[in-house]
C-alpha cells in the first residue's frame, strides 16, 4: 500500500528553524514525483516546494532561499530544512507523492485530486512574532 506521513512540525519564533520529514512506504522516490504544501486557515492549499522522481527540484517564490530540500534514500525519507521561519508561514504541512506526472500548483484542500496522488494527514507548524 501506498503511503506517506509527514513529522517535524512544531511551535518555534520567528527566525527560528524547524525540519520536516516525509517518509514514504509501498514506493521509492524514483518512481513518483514528492511535493511539499501547506494550508493556513481560510487559505489554499498551495505546493511550495516539488523533489520531481528526475531529481530536479523546485522552490516557491515564498520559501526560496529559506527552505531546502534533502534526501535519505536508504530510508525513504524526503526532508524539508525550514530557516529563518516567519508568521506567514504558519500553516499546516503536507506531503504528497504523484504517480500522474504532474503535481497541482495549488488546490482547495491538501487532500487527494486524482487517483494517482497520496497524501499525508499533515503536519503542524506554527511561527510567533
Known amino acids: 500500500e501506498v503511503q506517506v506521513a509527514e513529522s517535524g512540525g512544531g511551535s518555534v519564533r520567528a527566525g527560528g528553524s524547524l525540519r520536516l520529514s516525509c517518509t514514504g512506504s509501498?514506493?521509492?522516490?524514483?518512481?513518483?514525483?514528492m511535493g511539499w504544501y501547506r494550508q493556513a486557515p481560510g487559505d489554499e492549499c498551495k505546493l511550495i516546494s516539488t523533489l520531481y522522481k528526475d531529481g530536479h527540484e523546485w522552490y516557491d517564490a515564498a520559501v526560496k532561499g529559506r527552505f531546502t530540500l534533502a534526501r535519505n534514500n536508504p530510508e525513504n525519507t524526503v526532508y524539508l530544512h525550514m530557516n529563518n521561519l516567519k508568521p506567514d508561514d504558519t500553516a499546516k504541512y503536507f506531503c504528497?507523492?504523484?504517480?500522474?506526472?504532474?503535481?497541482?500548483?495549488?488546490?482547495?484542500?491538501?487532500?487527494?485530486?486524482?487517483?494517482?496522488?497520496?497524501w499525508g494527514q499533515g503536519t503542524q507548524v506554527t511561527v510567533s512574532s
Open positions: 509501498g514506493f521509492t522516490f524514483d518512481d513518483a514525483d
Open positions: 504528497a507523492a504523484d504517480f500522474g506526472g504532474r503535481l497541482v500548483n495549488s488546490a482547495s484542500e491538501c487532500a487527494p485530486y486524482d487517483q494517482s496522488s497520496h
